[in-house]
């Protein structure tokens, strides 16, 4: 008698049938695939590498492998593949790959033959959760195992395995049940297996594999997706050298050590007949992408990307050198440097192999060192032009601030200036524009007073010779946060003097979990060359006829942050600089039935910033622009019965506001605060730091309000602190005044959530909801955590609805002080909302 189990299974079974089977790893991810000329042409450990990837590489990514001529850009693509798959980078080990290099080594202890399908999908699957073998008389015989899931796929499997003794073959749908039943057996589907179940011991779990075997023969794989976009980027990097493209000649020397490396300065010319002018915007610019490569022990050591939008006119002679400078820091020793240089105009190539014996030097060259001009021209086409050695020794005296940038620092603390080079007699410190105090003698150290309020400072420090003048300076920004990015310029100095030319050096600060994606020189407002990696060095030549002129660089971050330094060169000792603040407002628009407006314009709004207008630049209703948000939930014991409900709204609030451009983070606190999951687009991670909080302790509000803001400090863009509380503070050490200050100072929206907080506390609603006012959020009050959700959800809408508001500020305020900013509208009976000022 055949059981409802079974009829399940036919079921399941024809729909196999009619659409496929259930998702599995392809014919190639199992290996089974003829090895073309290509693979068998590889070196061992590559073709083993491809063997063992193979369901986990994509056609893109394998393609690329396949083009790399070298070995040592073959082992520098596997490296570059196991990063990109690595599950936690954050940890020392790659866990997939450990966990795949475990299969591997079990399935060649227990399956000899290499062409073993058991073998094959050990080492790619892993040992099956359980698996048996039949040897009914109407079947041949089958070993099959079971997976609930695996590296390869994330839903439940069976492989079947027809025969024994060595010659056994992965049984796939497509075969059909002939390539399993033995003669004699019924060929109608349903009839055989009627027959299975009722005669076969263990019929069922038979009837079960079959139906749940995959297609092996042309399913894809249903693995995690990943960007393979990266293969081609790192085959555009790849300096393939070919006796096909034309010979480039490089000058290399080695002038200078920087720490305990030496400073390898590579340099070429061209002739501007060689190259093609770009016409754009009145300007005529030579475009030149230079890529490189240094090989150590025939491994790749390190890759570089340089591009240089050199200005050219139409008058230049053809005999005028263009000259290129590009500078790596290298140990001593024996390298291998390749390099490729295409004119992007005329998508021309060049290229050079370089064998490099780099040397021990010197820290500093004599000033009466010389080294030979690569121009002599004071054409704007050498404003990339070498630098001497009396240049480069003149750049050497460095000095660098460390300062923690992961805390919040208040009340005295300490840092030090780390000094290099020579002819550093004294260094002196500034905070916030004031001397401190100068020290004759490392260690160059100093307790600063940064005051009982958490505050943004500068902390400035100035290197000085002998004589008292300055010869380097570091600035640092105490308490900008543990996410912002900084661009600055080591050299030139301001106040500094250079002749002919400048070796213009930015330091970049990325923060942690961010990538750099390129940083950009500018002499006055023409670009000169882009970097992609440090040192980020550029050579750049003063031309003696313009009177003043300044050094500009600009960073980037892959996810679009930006920041810059500028120095003006050669400049009167009184010349001021001057920030600029261009202002940007978030402005949440709602009717007398507090329903949200989005059909307004510019035109709609008036913008005052200490009771004058001021002009919109920008403005635009935005919905998609990414946010930062952070809920910052309470768990103090008075919380005990509400956090279930809590938690369960605050992940709806995750489920709901996270696209993959946002990011959320979790903070809960009772007499500390925990940053439970820091910024991420993950909700599954979100959820993960929801389970089973414990509520217990006091309720430090104004501390966790406080560390929260300081963990947006260098972000940009627009930002939310969702705060969810049931009382009043009780053990912080700040005081409101100082958190409604520092949110002042933040720019962060707050949208305070009083849950259960009886009318009778007026002073602890009150707080609340200025906190909220102040910062252009809202606050809220319900006795129920049962109404979280729709708190939560109305907060989603309006940080979806929103206006983008920003201007140049023309306030002349001091810039310690406080500018009150007020939003006017044309359309009666609207209210619009946003912050009630800001520092700048």
């Not at 600029?580 to 507090?594: G, H, S």
């Not at 089973?692 to 309000?705: K, N, R, V, W």
């Not at 912080?732 to 100072?745: G, I, P, Q, T, W």
């Amino acid at each position: 008698m055949l059981g409802p189990l079974f009829f399940g299974l036919l079921l399941v079974t024809q729909l196999v049938a009619a659409l496929g089977a259930p998702t599995g790893p392809s014919a190639a991810a199992l290996g089974y695939a003829v090895e073309d000329d290509e693979v068998a042409e590889l070196p061992p450990r590559h073709r083993e590498f491809l063997e063992q990837v193979a369901f986990l590489i994509t056609e893109r990514e394998r393609d690329v492998f396949l083009q790399l001529s070298a070995d040592y850009r073959r082992d520098a693509f596997i490296r570059r593949f196991w990063r990109t798959r690595d599950p936690f980078p954050e940890s020392p080990l790659n866990e997939l790959k450990e966990q795949l290099e475990e299969f591997q080594s079990m399935a060649a202890d227990r399956f000899e033959d290499p062409e073993d399908p058991r073998r094959k999908t050990l080492m790619l699957h892993g040992p099956a959760q359980r698996s048996f073998r039949s040897t009914c008389e109407l079947l041949r015989p089958l070993e099959i195992w079971y997976y609930r899931s695996s590296p390869a796929s994330r839903n439940e499997f069976y492989a079947v395995f027809v025969g024994f003794g060595g010659r056994q073959r992965l049984w796939s749908p497509d075969d059909g049940l002939s390539a399993i039943l033995l003669r004699g057996s019924p060929l109608d589907l349903n009839a055989a297996l009627a027959n299975v179940a009722d005669v076969c011991s263990r019929g069922d779990d038979i009837v079960t594999a079959l139906a749940l075997s995959p297609n092996w023969n042309d399913l894809d794989q249903q693995l995690p997706q990943v960007n393979d976009e990266w293969a081609l980027a790192f085959l555009n990097s790849s300096v393939e050298v070919d006796d096909q493209t034309e010979s480039l000649q490089l000058s290399v020397d080695f002038p200078a050590r920087h720490q305990s490396r030496t400073v390898v300065r590579a340099a070429l010319r061209l002739e501007p007949g060689e190259l093609e002018r770009q016409r754009a915007g009145g300007r005529e610019t030579f475009n030149l992408l230079l890529d490189g490569e240094v090989v150590l022990d025939n491994e790749l050591f390190e890759t570089f990307r340089y591009r240089f939008d050199l200005p050219s006119t139409t008058s230049q002679d053809d005999d005028e050198t263009i000259s290129l400078v590009i500078e790596r820091y290298l140990r001593p020793g024996r390298y291998e440097l390749n390099v490729r240089l295409e004119d992007l105009n005329a998508k021309r190539l060049w290229q050079s192999s370089e064998d490099l014996e780099v040397p021990i030097v010197s820290a500093t060259p004599s000033p009466s060192e010389t080294m030979p001009r690569l121009a002599e021209s004071d054409s704007e086409t050498d404003v990339s032009a070498s630098i001497s050695a009396a240049d480069l020794a003149a750049s050497q005296p460095l000095v660098r601030l460390r300062v923690p940038n992961q805390e919040l620092l208040v009340g005295r603390a300490r840092v030090e200036a780390m000094t290099e080079g020579e002819g550093i007699a004294k260094v002196s410190f500034e905070l916030d524009g004031q001397f401190i105090l100068s020290k004759r003698r490392p260690p160059y150290d100093v307790e600063v007073d940064l005051g009982r309020a958490p505050r943004l400072r500068q902390l400035v420090a100035r290197a000085l010779d002998a004589e008292g003048n300055e010869i380097a300076t570091d600035q640092v920004a105490i308490n900008a946060g543990p996410h912002s990015f900084a661009v600055r310029l080591v050299e030139p100095r301001r106040g500094g003097t250079y002749t002919d030319s400048v070796r213009a050096i930015a330091e970049v600060d990325v923060p942690p979990l961010e990538k750099l994606d390129r940083v950009e020189f500018f002499f006055n407002e023409t670009k000169l060359a882009t970097l992609f990696q440090p040192p980020f060095v550029q050579a750049i030549q003063i031309p003696s006829d313009l009177p003043l002129s300044y050094v500009r660089v600009q960073g980037y971050l892959q996810n679009g942050g930006a920041a810059e330094d500028l120095v003006f060169v050669n400049a009167p000792e009184d010349i001021e600089y001057v920030d600029v603040d261009f202002v940007e407002l978030y402005v949440t628009v709602q009717d007398r039935k507090r329903k949200l407006v989005e059909d307004l314009s510019a035109d709609d709004f008036r913008v005052l910033e200490d009771g004058k207008e001021q002009k919109v630049r920008r403005f635009e209703l935005v919905r998609d622009l990414p946010v930062h948000a952070c809920v910052l939930l309470d768990t103090s014991t008075s919380m005990e019965d509400r956090i279930g409900e809590a938690e369960d709204a605050a992940l709806h609030f995750f489920q709901t506001v996270l696209s993959e451009k946002d990011r959320a983070c979790l903070v809960t606190f009772n007499d500390h605060h925990d940053l439970v999951v820091g910024f991420t687009n993950s909700a599954e991670i979100l959820a993960g730091g929801l389970v089973e909080l414990e509520p217990e302790g006091e309720t430090a509000l104004y501390d966790s309000l406080i560390h929260t803001l300081f963990y947006f400090n260098g972000l940009r863009g627009k930002r939310a602190l969702i705060l969810l509380s049931d009382g009043a503070d009780s053990s912080s050490k700040y005081r409101f005044d100082e958190v409604l200050d520092f949110a002042r100072r933040s720019s962060v929206q707050i949208y305070s959530i009083g849950l259960a907080i009886d009318h009778r506390e007026m002073d602890t609603r009150s707080k609340l909801s200025r906190l909220a006012a102040e910062t252009g959020g809202e606050s809220y009050f319900v006795d129920s955590a049962t109404e979280l959700k729709r708190i939560y959800s109305q907060i989603e809408q309006e940080l979806r609805s929103q206006y983008l508001l920003a201007y140049q500020s023309t306030s002349e305020a001091p810039a310690d002080e406080f500018r009150p900013i007020e939003i006017k509208l044309e359309r009666s009976g609207l209210k619009a909302r946003t912050i009630k000022g800001y520092f700048p």
